[in-house]
């Protein structure tokens, strides 16, 4: 994660960049924004330039052996502190617990660099524990004691994150006041909160604070149109996220799942000639307006484009497990003969409606089309 990868929060940027410029880095630092902001991210990005080999006066280089295993989470020096399951109260609670580390590390890893706007029940959902109560355990501090007792591996910063703090239990946040009064030499702590109002105030006092304001709508807009979002969907997401760029990423995940869900409905009504709900569904398209038209039938046509990747042998850009369990069935199904030609009359349909043919009419003939090549 570097700078340039969060949209907007320029002068947010240059006064972390001025904390290094200045020497004036604050041991204990604790990042606080609303539920997806950029928190974590911001927090990210901070790190990688502290620890960066070569770089600029304003951002990290992204290419070092660093910057490399920071984007991976896997640098020596970086250690990671977040809610999970409690470890088991048994005689052998430390093997226990290093048992549960090893088994979800990797998992939060993961989550991370896949979703590092994510929150705590995105978090919870890949970590396939919605139903349990996550917390930062006394274990957790005793980790973190022993980590920071020994001196970095490679002799520069050691930098410990601690996401979502306010889940720390009382036993596991007066562990670590003791290593916040008396931090070892270049080690930086990074508490990341959502609600750093409810943190115990022995733990505020000591941390340097560091809001994370919401983005402006028009940054959240053009953030997803570069991610290949349409600009009328991404305004949308834009204005509904409040500035939260998490949120707003949620937002088009859940309109592509509803895109894909309609796609799906459709071809099901083109397999079963099911001509009354496919005139009233030219109708209800026709009722929509044109960049709204022209969205449906692009997001159509890329679902059909990876049936005939998938057709061809390649990985198809799906973004999650049941949308590519459909491409794998309608491409099985359909072959990429019969494919390319649902393709080509999209694309046709898609200059009709460009040119204001009239759109319930077209739609209905894209939908005859399908049947005739889904029946030849």
């Not at 004691?145 to 979502?164: H, P």
């Not at 000591?206 to 009328?232: C, H, M, S, W």
Request: a positive charge; charged letters at 25%.
């Amino acid at each position: 994660m570097q700078f340039s990868d969060i949209p907007g929060l320029n002068e947010l940027k240059s006064q972390l960049v001025n904390t290094y410029t200045r020497g004036k880095v604050a041991h204990a630092q604790l990042f606080s924004g609303r539920s997806g902001t950029a928190a974590l991210p911001m927090a990210l990005a901070y790190a990688g330039f502290l620890m960066c080999q070569n770089k600029t006066k304003t951002e990290s280089c992204g290419v070092c052996s660093n910057c490399v295993r920071i984007q991976k989470l896997i640098h020596p020096d970086i250690h990671l502190l977040f809610p999970k399951i409690a470890t088991p109260k048994t005689g052998e609670k430390s093997k226990k617990y290093y048992k549960t580390l090893s088994e979800t590390l990797p998992k939060f890893r993961s989550f991370i660099i896949n979703q590092p706007f994510g929150d705590l029940r995105s978090w919870a959902e890949t970590y396939g524990q919605e139903n349990k109560n996550l917390l930062i355990s006394r274990e957790d501090s005793r980790y973190i004691l022993k980590n920071v007792s020994m001196r970095s591996v490679e002799g520069g910063y050691k930098i410990i994150f601690i996401w979502c703090p306010e889940l720390m239990n009382p036993s596991a946040a007066n562990a670590i006041l003791k290593i916040l009064e008396e931090p070892p030499e270049k080690t930086i702590y990074l508490f990341i909160s959502h609600n750093h109002d409810s943190l115990p105030a022995t733990i505020l006092s000591r941390t340097q604070l560091v809001v994370i304001p919401p983005n402006q709508e028009d940054e959240l807009t053009e953030f997803l149109i570069k991610k290949g979002a349409d600009r009328l969907t991404a305004e949308k997401a834009a204005r509904d996220a409040e500035g939260r760029l998490g949120v707003a990423i949620q937002l088009m995940e859940e309109e592509d799942k509803q895109e894909y869900q309609t796609f799906q409905k459709w071809m099901l009504e083109c397999w079963n000639k099911d001509f009354i709900s496919l005139i009233r569904r030219s109708e209800d398209f026709s009722k929509s307006g044109k960049v709204s038209q022209r969205a449906t039938l692009d997001h159509a046509i890329s679902l059909v484009r990876s049936a005939v990747l998938y057709a061809a042998g390649q990985k198809p850009p799906v973004r999650n497990e049941e949308e590519l369990l459909f491409i794998s069935k309608y491409s099985d199904r359909l072959g990429f003969s019969r494919l390319e030609k649902i393709c080509l009359m999209t694309n046709n349909a898609i200059a009709h409606i460009e040119r204001y043919a009239n759109p319930q009419i077209t739609h209905f003939n894209l939908s005859l089309g399908i049947i005739e090549v889904l029946n030849g």
